[in-house]
């Protein structure tokens, strides 16, 4: 039988005994708590990790035929985006980027028949960083399938207050809205305008009353890649800058034969003239100068009269020739009916005088100088040349496709 334990050996397996109970009550209930002891350890007590940002682009990695209008948008979760560039050989491509970061649109549209990189950059709450890198390639057109927009005035040009704004496209612009969207007029000082599209290729902008002397105008056409309709799109952005000089109004008036020429409200000068016959009446309206020639040929054919009538004409070097309609009404110098000129209408339809006079008007005026006519019975019609102060603003309001 085994021996007796001695006094120290009793004494030393009671300690042992002891020293397991107190190890199984601080751990019992698995929190690491030991009581009076202030809590767990650093190593006991882990937070969970946060997830990593996830990038998306609303294009497809490796996309063909991607459309030209298409915008480009790049979205992050579960983070926020630090980077987004999108670019091709033709450039780079701006874009603006939510307060928040979770969201990045670009601020142009793409070229056609290009290939476009995209990369982002985003991090998640805990700056870890992700990176996205993805490609894709636009559709080809052909300049079949492309409308360029041309402006006028030209850029950096000075002209009279009543000049409007005409944008003309080689192609047909069905979706008007559209586009209109994408054409500004902004002016310092500032004057109310609105858009009028004379056709599906012409649209013109004016203010409200006669452009102030002296206003400083910016044009911006950012039609380029912007769909027209019928698988047509813009094929180019146009920005224009011109200016507006002294207010020229001339007010000619057909019963009296008489020009009234002023300058900024003052009466510079009254002209004696002559217009249209009976037959070739000159018509009464608000014309503008449009173009202006040192001289110029004038062939009854191009008016309407055959060769050969009792009213047919051809004459070489016109001189001081101004167009204020497209149909051919100008103001010129007509030495041959001085002797009419301040007493009767004897003319085609055009406003002739002296030929001293034509070169005084013609050194003062610029294009887009107004025209005012009054006493016939034959009314400016509004498509004829630029005609637009002769439709009333609210009509002309309604004009804009945007109305």
């Avoid at 990790?49 to 497809?60: F, G, H, L, R």
């Avoid at 294009?367 to 603003?393: A, F």
């Amino acid at each position: 039988m085994p021996s007796p334990l001695t006094r120290r050996q009793r004494a030393l397996r009671l300690a042992a005994v002891l020293s397991a109970i107190v190890l199984v009550a601080s751990g019992c209930d698995g929190s690491g708590f030991v009581p009076g002891g202030g809590g767990g350890s650093a190593d006991e007590t882990t937070a969970a990790a946060a997830s990593e940002a996830v990038v998306t682009t609303n294009v497809k990695d490796d996309a063909t035929g991607v459309p030209v209008d298409k915008v480009v948008k790049v979205r992050a979760e579960e983070g926020t985006l630090t980077s987004v560039v999108l670019k091709s050989k033709a450039g780079r491509i701006e874009g603006e980027l939510r307060a928040d970061g979770t969201r990045w649109v670009a601020s142009g549209l793409l070229e056609p028949g290009v290939r476009y990189r995209v990369r982002a950059v985003a991090q998640n709450s805990d700056g870890k960083q992700v990176e996205s890198v993805s490609t894709f390639t636009t559709r080809e057109l052909s300049l079949a399938e492309q409308t360029y927009p041309s402006v006028a005035p030209l850029e950096g040009e000075t002209v009279g207050v009543g000049m409007p704004v005409i944008v003309t496209f080689d192609l047909p612009v069905e979706d008007k809205a559209s586009f209109e969207r994408h054409m500004t007029v902004t002016s310092t000082p500032a004057q109310a305008g609105s858009w009028y599209w004379v056709s599906s290729k012409e649209a013109h902008w004016r203010p409200e009353k006669y452009w102030k002397a002296g206003t400083k105008v910016s044009v911006d056409v950012a039609v380029n890649s912007v769909s027209a309709g019928g698988g047509i799109y813009g094929q180019e952005d146009r920005k224009v800058d011109f200016e507006v000089g002294d207010k020229h109004v001339y007010k000619v008036n057909a019963r009296t034969h008489q020009m009234r020429v002023l300058e900024n409200g003052k009466l510079l000068r009254t002209l004696p003239i002559t217009t249209g016959k009976a037959g070739f009446t000159t018509r009464s309206g608000v014309k503008v100068i449009m173009e202006k020639y040192t001289q110029k040929r004038m062939n009854s054919e191009t008016v309407g009269i055959a060769r050969g009538s009792a009213e047919a004409y051809d004459i070489d070097n016109v001189k001081w020739a101004m167009r204020v309609t497209s149909s051919g009404e100008f103001i010129h110098a007509a030495p041959w009916s001085v002797g009419s000129q301040g007493r009767a209408n004897v003319s085609h339809g055009c406003t002739g005088m002296s030929t001293d006079d034509a070169a005084w008007l013609y050194d003062m005026t610029r294009r887009g100088d107004v025209v005012e006519y009054v006493g016939t019975d034959r009314p400016m019609e509004p498509g004829n040349g630029w005609g637009d102060w002769n439709i009333s603003w609210a009509d002309y309001v309604a004009g804009s496709a945007l109305s």
